[in-house]
Nanobody, 122 residues
Framework: VQLQASGGGLVQAGASLRLSCAAS????????LGWFRQAPGKQREFVGV????????TYADSVKGRFTISRENAKNTAYLQMNSLKPEDTAVYYC????????????????WGQGALVTVSS
């Protein structure tokens, strides 16, 4: 089972973009879903996570106030709304499942799929 991120692209600084995360093969509605990103030459870093119900979210300090995670369990899909994008947000964005509850470390996630490339130009 994988979670496929989509919706990436090239935007200018200050623009907005929304990524989608769709589960294939199995429902993801009973699990927390997280977003991570990996810039060239850097380690994968935590962006944020949403609880299975959608009522609780946690964000990295670097995106707090600019990014919002939501989900539609009926569609087996989660979203990452990114506003006020900065060049330093440029990365491949991934979504994944947190099988044991909301978490912030890469090793606490599975169901990794191919990411979506987001490029923010200055």
């Amino acid at each position: 089972v994988q979670l496929q991120a989509s919706g990436g692209g090239l935007v200018q600084a200050g623009a907005s973009l929304r990524l989608s995360c769709a589960a294939s093969g199995r429902p993801a509605s009973n699990y927390a879903l997280g977003w991570f990103r990996q810039a060239p030459g850097k380690q994968r870093e935590f962006v944020g996570v949403i609880s299975w119900s959608g009522y609780s979210t946690t964000y990295a300090d670097s995106v707090k106030g600019r990014f919002t995670i939501s989900r539609e369990n009926a569609k087996n899909t989660a979203y990452l709304q990114m506003n006020s994008l900065k060049p330093e947000d440029t990365a491949v964005y991934y979504c994944a499942r947190a099988p044991y509850g909301m978490a912030s470390k890469v090793e606490q996630y599975d169901w990794w799929g191919q990411g979506a490339l987001v490029t923010v130009s200055s």
